[in-house]
């Protein structure tokens, strides 16, 4: 019964045939990333969007009790992942970043559209610079997409709701 629930979200019942949702219902969404207010362009996928507390335990001796106090925070390494299309703005930040023996921090915008372009929301993160690119897999074989990744690492997330400031 839930699995018929569940298709009747999804799907619109047509004089008894089962039709597709039209496009403009299903939500979609581009991602662009902005270092410093140069864009490094649209990525498919996002993720490391998280922050993490650590909680840090103190027993009590006397009544055996245990506190909760929040410890140190942590961010998850961003990791933007998009259609590898010979644009060179990962691979240049990268080798000019990490790779040149020293890292130069920078502050930047990951900026979340709606299918109509309208900005939906902003994550900001400070004091990022590049840990790892990964190039796309070239197979002559296959159909696949080419596709590439950067991850990130950051010393700090905000993140800004539609209408919010960058």
């Given at each position: 019964m839930r699995t018929l629930?569940?298709?009747g979200l999804l799907c619109t019942v047509v004089q008894g045939r089962v039709a597709a949702a039209p496009q403009s219902e299903l939500p979609r969404y581009s991602f662009t990333v902005e270092i410093e207010g140069k864009s490094l362009g649209t990525f498919r996928q996002v993720s490391g969007l998280a922050v993490e507390t650590e909680v840090i335990e103190f027993r009590d001796g006397g009544g055996g009790t245990t506190v909760f106090f929040?410890?140190?925070t942590k961010y998850s390494t961003v990791k933007l992942t998009r259609a590898f299309n010979g644009d060179s703005a990962l691979w240049d930040w990268y080798t000019t970043s990490a790779q040149a023996g020293h890292v130069e921090?920078?502050?930047?915008?990951?900026?979340v559209f709606d299918r109509s372009g309208q900005p939906v929301a902003h994550y900001n993160f400070t004091?990022?610079?590049p840990r790892k690119y990964e190039g796309p897999t070239l197979n002559a074989d296959s159909?696949?997409?080419p596709i590439e990744t950067?991850?990130?690492v950051h010393a700090?997330?905000?993140f800004s709701p539609r209408g919010g400031t960058r």
């Open positions: 629930l569940a298709i929040p410890g140190n921090r920078v502050d930047g915008t990951i900026t004091n990022a610079w159909n696949d997409v950067l991850e990130i700090g997330l905000q």
